[in-house]
């Protein structure tokens, strides 16, 4: 299909304020992206995965470029554990495995019996969380040095999350992360664990950090960074990260995970990309990835979600078709194949003529039929009225069964259920008189 303006007209009609305003940035030219779908992503609530679908899915990961995949928690149980060590014996490509820990040997034992040969290490390091598990500044490091040097000695390579670091009083922070890495972390993390960042202040912490620690350092210590979504901003400030100077962003495949979710793997990459900042992802199998993902998570996807959402790349409007018509990017940032996407019209209310002939030449395009423009301009109201008319009662009835369904399949362990197997269990601990005692 030929379009109205060319390559050469399109540098010149299209103002890339992006460009222009980050002309003074030193961006990097290549970030590994490190995923947590797997571990933080499945903390969404009533999420289970199965073994299957967790090998499945870090196989698709491994496939698609993702650096660095975060497999689970071995401490959790021992479930958990031969969970993780699976999954560490099976074959990957592209990918490092890691698994997570506290700052406890028998955390780090638990990752010594899967086999794995790189961990994370975290702790929440804010005031409030040292109020709450009653320890120490002091405490903290030297729990952290501890742990970090024995893991080290039983043969890891060791990462660091600061958790709540994006609310933790900043000589603490840097005392952290500068203990951690004397201790022998090869990375470090920003964790912003309950989504309260801004880009302003991602971009204020992120800078402070790499001036009074990373600068000063006589070694090249990477950053990554680990953002909630908690007020909508997770993607907005993982950019921000890495604009900034952090080269391991943290994902979770379609936004998945505790209460709003993390970052969106499918997301960043194509924002990065689109920066000219390579991620090492092939974009083109995103909706292959995200669909595998929904489907295993049970968790539907929102028809407006940015690169996979079926809407992401859909028009209805007869003006915005008449645009794209002439040339895509009128109204579309990206050419949807660069995802793996196709563009798609749609026919309602807001139809015009050019939806219409378009929708004639490509529904009915065997008839070579010359219809004149005032019949197409009939076809045209007819296609609104009947969209306007369409019963409103039935809509709302399928929304409301759909939205009834959902709850089968996010409900979790019902009270019910939670209330029999206390009760296997709490019985000999209940006096012989109480209500709730059987009788005989």
């Not at 990961?61 to 071995?74: Q, S």
């Not at 506290?102 to 804010?126: G, H, N, Q």
């Not at 809509?395 to 009834?404: A, D, P, R, V, W």
Request: aromatic share 8%; hydrophobic share 35%; with cysteine.
């Amino acid at each position: 299909m030929s379009y109205k303006f060319s390559k050469e007209e399109l540098r010149e009609l299209l103002i890339d304020y992006n460009e222009i305003s980050l002309k003074n940035y030193e961006l990097p030219d290549f970030i590994d992206i490190w995923d947590e779908t797997l571990r933080d992503g499945e903390q969404s609530p009533t999420v289970y995965l199965t073994l299957d679908e967790k090998i499945h899915l870090a196989k698709l990961m491994d496939e698609i470029g993702v650096k660095l995949i975060a497999v689970g928690f071995p401490a959790v149980s021992d479930l958990e554990k031969n969970i993780v060590k699976t999954i560490v014996n099976e074959n990957f490509d592209n990918s490092t495995i890691l698994g997570i820990a506290r700052p406890r040997e028998s955390d780090i034992d638990a990752c010594i019996y899967t086999d794995l040969k790189e961990i994370v290490l975290f702790m929440p390091i804010s005031p409030i969380f040292r109020k709450t598990l009653n320890v120490t500044e002091v405490e903290q490091l030297n729990q952290i040095k501890t742990a970090i040097h024995y893991a080290i000695d039983n043969g890891f390579k060791v990462n660091w999350v600061s958790e709540d670091c994006t609310r933790c009083d900043f000589p603490h922070l840097i005392n952290v992360f500068n203990t951690a890495i004397e201790a022998g972390a090869e990375r470090v993390v920003i964790g912003d664990t309950v989504g309260v960042l801004t880009p302003q202040s991602t971009t204020y912490l992120t800078n402070r950090i790499k001036k009074e620690l990373i600068s000063p350092l006589k070694k090249k210590v990477p950053i990554g960074i680990h953002t909630h979504n908690d007020f909508g901003l997770a993607v907005a400030n993982t950019i921000t990260g890495v604009i900034e100077g952090c080269q391991y962003p943290h994902t979770c495949i379609n936004g998945y995970g505790e209460r709003a979710g993390n970052a969106a793997l499918e997301e960043v990459a194509t924002i990065l990309e689109r920066l000219g900042i390579k991620t090492g992802i092939d974009l083109t199998r995103l909706p292959e990835l995200s669909e595998v993902c929904e489907q295993y998570f049970c968790k539907p996807l929102s028809q407006y979600k940015p690169i996979v959402g079926e809407y992401a790349f859909s028009h209805e409007s007869g003006l915005h078709i008449a645009a794209i018509l002439a040339h895509p990017l009128t109204y579309e940032p990206i050419n949807p194949k660069m995802v793996g996407r196709q563009r798609k019209f749609y026919l309602g209310k807001f139809s015009g003529t050019r939806s219409i002939t378009h929708a004639l030449q490509n529904k009915i395009k065997v008839l070579d039929l010359n219809i004149p423009i005032d019949i197409i301009r009939k076809i045209g109201i007819e296609v609104k009225k009947k969209h306007e008319t369409t019963s409103k009662v039935e809509l709302k009835k399928s929304f409301n069964k759909i939205k009834e369904e959902l709850k089968k399949i996010t409900k979790g362990v019902s009270d019910k259920d939670f209330f029999e197997i206390v009760n296997k269990y709490a019985q000999p601990y209940i006096p012989k008189d109480h209500p709730l005692k059987p009788k005989n």
